[in-house]
């Protein structure tokens, strides 16, 4: 099975785009920075591009549902 990555752009919302998460590109940076517990560390795939394994944050967004349950 091949990796899949994603991201800011696709992951974050912003008001003429849905994003996978219901925040804003600065809230998924800010939890980054912040080392907020459970969401993945992104990673670099070259000097400019930035990504997170998609099959983490899946995980990440069942367990928030999960706990909201």
């Known amino acids: ?3 899949r ?5 696709d992951l974050a919302s912003t ?3 849905k ?3 219901p925040v804003s590109p600065a ?3 800010r ?3 912040e080392g907020k517990v459970g969401f993945p560390a992104p ?3 070259a ?3 930035t990504v997170w394994d998609a099959d983490e944050i899946d995980a990440f967004i069942a367990r928030q549902a999960g706990s909201n349950a």
Do not use: D, H, Y
């Open 43 to 45: 990673f670099k795939l």
């Open 31 to 33: 939890w980054v920075r």
């Open 47 to 49: 000097e400019r591009v």
């Open 15 to 17: 008001p003429a785009k």
């Open 5 to 9: 990555f994603i991201r800011i752009g």
């Open 19 to 21: 994003g996978k998460l």
């Open 27 to 29: 809230t998924v940076w």
């Open 1 to 3: 099975m091949s990796q």
